[in-house]
């Protein structure tokens, strides 16, 4: 093999650089404008001219043509719009993003698993029980325990191994999962000049990449609810946006239920990502709401849920993306409900949180 060396491109790597931050800032715009390419583009513009992004060697111009270049956005009927491949660009780049967060602190400890056989080796270790696999064992520690024997009984250190000294491995088992991921769109993601929504949906898209990836045989739906819950594709994530709506999570949660119904894996869960208590119910077709406190029939309807969920097994995580005190009581009670898990995720550090919890979530070592 031939290796070839050349001197050090200090401006190259400059460049690389800068056009690799651009592209992050530029997805993080698409994001937050809901997947409209123009407008992000014209944001991008506007920061450009005021803090001097571009000069005359990389214009604004060819940093759409570069766009063009590597399909990721298309003219339209006149209008920019995101391809396949942008859509695609904009879910690696929330992983990225992430991962960087991960590698620089991590987000805590969670649910400490089962201990038991099958799948892959850690370093704790147990007594032998038969049938158990005959590569678990540690032999290290095994002679170790006959040498300690011998020397107690006979007063030498000869070696007769038995079934009595021998020790295995500990294994931790990986389970496929089937998760369904709820995102709160109503008015209050966005009110009082807070956008929690871009958050929700970067950890959204950057969880729909990990397990595209990374675990494909698990599966990932996307719900939404307002007044009401719906699903949506993967590929629709960027488009999201907010509307006038209440908060309906007990419509959210049956939703999810009905979608975790059809899957066959092992593992099934909810993630939760919120930021108000709820507010709204559907009775009867007409929807019943109450903005103001912890109305008690909106509320025991919702618990009703977590409920449901704990007997079929699905485990709920809730992110709390903001400290208010009805949404924690909520919470509180819901969670203890459920048996589930709740964190409050500032807006920075979601995807982090929900990235170590799914991890987790995959790993548990059976007995």
């Known amino acids: 093999m031939d290796f070839r060396y050349s001197k050090w491109d200090e401006r190259l790597t400059r460049n690389i650089n800068f ?64 391809t396949r491949r942008g859509e695609r660009m904009i879910r690696q780049d929330s992983l990225d993003r992430i991962f960087s967060a991960l590698a620089k602190d991590s987000a805590g400890e969670h649910r400490v698993p089962k201990t038991g056989s099958g799948g892959e080796k850690i370093t704790e270790t147990r007594p032998y029980v038969f049938g158990d696999n005959i590569s678990d064992i540690d032999f290290l520690s095994s002679v170790r325990n006959s040498v ?24 931790e088992h990986s389970s496929s999962c ?29 969880l729909a990449e990990l397990i595209l990836t990374r675990y494909p045989k698990d599966s990932l739906h996307v719900v939404l609810f307002g007044d009401d819950a719906w699903e949506v594709k993967i590929r629709d ?50 929807l019943y709401k109450n903005a103001f406190g912890l109305d008690p029939k909106i509320v025991n309807k919702t618990l009703d849920e977590a409920v449901q969920c704990r007997r079929k097994r699905i485990s709920i995580t809730t992110f709390m993306v903001t400290q208010d005190p009805y949404l924690v009581r909520f919470v509180e009670r819901f969670t203890q409900l459920n048996k589930g ?16 919890d799914y991890n987790q979530n995959r790993r548990k070592r059976v007995n």
């Open 237 to 286: 994530i960027p488009y999201a946006s907010v509307g006038p709506y209440h908060t309906n999570t007990k419509a959210a949660l049956q939703l999810g239920q009905r979608i975790l119904a059809r899957q066959k894996h092992v593992n099934k869960q909810i993630f939760m990502i919120t930021d108000g208590k709820p507010s709204a119910v559907l009775e009867g077709g007409r």
């Open 178 to 206: 089937a998760t369904v991921l709820l995102i709160d769109v109503s008015h209050s993601m966005i009110l009082y000049g807070e956008d929690r929504i871009t958050p929700a949906k970067q950890a959204a898209l950057a």
């Open 19 to 82: 056009l690799k931050n651009l592209l992050s800032l530029y997805n993080r715009l698409l994001l937050m404008t809901d997947g409209d390419v123009d407008e992000a583009l014209r944001a991008l513009e506007e920061l450009g001219e005021r803090f001097g992004f571009f000069n005359p060697n990389f214009s604004m111009d060819d940093f759409k043509k570069h766009l063009k270049e590597q399909d990721a956005i298309q003219e339209v009927n006149g209008k920019n719009v995101l």
């Open 341 to 356: 898990r709740a964190y409050f995720a500032d807006l920075e550090n979601l995807g982090s949180y929900l990235f170590v």
């Open 148 to 171: 300690r024997r011998r020397r107690g009984e006979w007063g030498d250190e000869g070696l007769n191994l038995t079934e009595d000294d021998l020790e295995v491995f500990e294994t």
